[in-house]
């Protein structure tokens, strides 16, 4: 809105401040985070008058999940509204991988939300059907990609290339990169949904990861930036670096609600859209893999499960106490506040790492 309302006074003096993504993106931030401030306590009453036993808390889990029961979830709600708010005021709408990122972030976040909403009605942690749920999934990733791919096709760049960290060679895999983009997105989008079991356990390293992507997608976006560190330019794609900037104010403010002992849960209607927004801007900006790197600690969260599933099918053996795995440690005694801060730490390092691969090619 304020990037339109400058072009009709044609960014003469301070209008001219709305050119920069950058200072858009700051806008942003603080926007977010001012509504999140304001609307949180509103959301956290309404949502507890609504849900009354609020999240259903898994019996056999740690038992100090317990004393939990009655905090309302959907806290996502809250976080949407304010990302929406300050991606109205401060985003240009007229780009392409602006819509795509909103197709699976608002997407994810209904099917997220229908998930929450069963969870809540049947008073059990069960929601729908894992089938029906990765399916709806797949088709809205699946249509984001093909955004992505035509966009930036239509920039005469190759929209099938694959880019690889630490090197300049590329891979061009044809439309195969659609479910490729769409595997990304949907397995990122359900990583962060499993690490959302502590109290802010998600909600910093999404606010991490977040920070990390709006600088990846600042310098894709600019084209000196990009060609001097040699990686993937996709013009208009720094765009994207206000909707990280909205999701890192509105992430803060949820976090000061968040924080243990938590007032309010995320609940799959935030984590999922979280992280499939976190998937999209990497498929967008040509850094798929590097978002294994900066998010490493969702991939390590999702393994451990993978890896408890598999080996407890075929041996009725498991490798970890509880998955995910920061259950194992909740298990082998750490403290919830303890495995919370030192993730946080091990998020950062990460997002530090995943970084550095732009300058090591």
């Not at 729908?128 to 990733?141: K, M, N, P, T, V």
């Not at 595997?183 to 390293?205: H, Q, R, S, W, Y």
């Not at 560190?229 to 509105?250: D, N």
């Not at 005694?333 to 730490?345: L, P, Q, S, Y």
Request: glycine share 10%; charged share 15%.
């Amino acid at each position: 809105m304020l990037y339109l309302i400058a072009s009709r006074f044609h960014f003469d003096s301070v209008f001219n401040l709305f050119r920069y993504e950058s200072f858009r993106s700051g806008g942003a931030v603080a926007t977010a985070l001012l509504i999140g401030l304001l609307i949180g306590p509103h959301a956290i009453d309404w949502l507890r008058i609504k849900q009354g036993k609020g999240q259903p808390i898994r019996d056999d889990g740690p038992q100090s999940h317990l004393a939990k029961r009655g905090t309302p979830t959907m806290g996502g709600l809250m976080i949407l509204i304010a990302v929406c708010l300050s991606m109205l005021i401060w985003m240009r709408l007229d780009n392409p991988y602006v819509w795509a990122c909103l197709l699976v972030t608002l997407g994810f976040a209904m099917i997220g939300f229908l998930d929450d909403y069963d969870k809540v009605r049947k008073a059990s942690h069960q929601g729908i059907s894992g089938r029906i749920r990765l399916l709806g999934e797949f088709i809205i990733a699946g249509i984001a990609t093909w955004i992505i791919v035509k966009a930036t096709n239509s920039y005469e760049h190759s929209g099938t290339l694959l880019h690889f960290p630490f090197v300049r060679n590329t891979l061009d895999i044809g439309w195969f990169y659609i479910p490729f983009g769409a595997f990304v997105i949907v397995a990122f989008g359900n990583a962060v949904n499993l690490t959302d079991g502590l109290d802010g356990l998600a909600t910093m390293p999404v606010v991490i990861a977040n920070v990390a992507f709006m600088i990846i997608v600042y310098l894709v976006g600019n084209l000196k930036f990009a060609t001097y560190l040699g990686i993937p330019h996709v013009p208009e794609a720094g765009e994207l670096a206000i909707l990280c900037g909205a999701i890192v104010g509105a992430g803060l403010a949820f976090l000061w609600f968040n924080a243990p002992p938590a007032a309010i849960f995320m609940g799959d209607t935030g984590s999922l859209a979280l992280g499939g927004a976190i998937g999209t801007m990497a498929v967008a900006a040509r850094h798929e893999f590097v978002l294994g790197i900066i998010g490493g600690l969702f991939v390590l969260e999702a393994m451990s499960v993978i890896i408890q599933v598999f080996f407890y099918k075929r041996t009725g053996k498991r490798v970890f106490k509880m998955a995910p795995i920061h259950h194992h440690f909740e298990q082998l005694g750490w403290a919830e506040a303890t495995v919370v801060i030192r993730f946080w730490i091990i998020a950062l390092v990460l997002a530090l790492a995943g970084l550095s691969t732009l300058k090591l090619r």
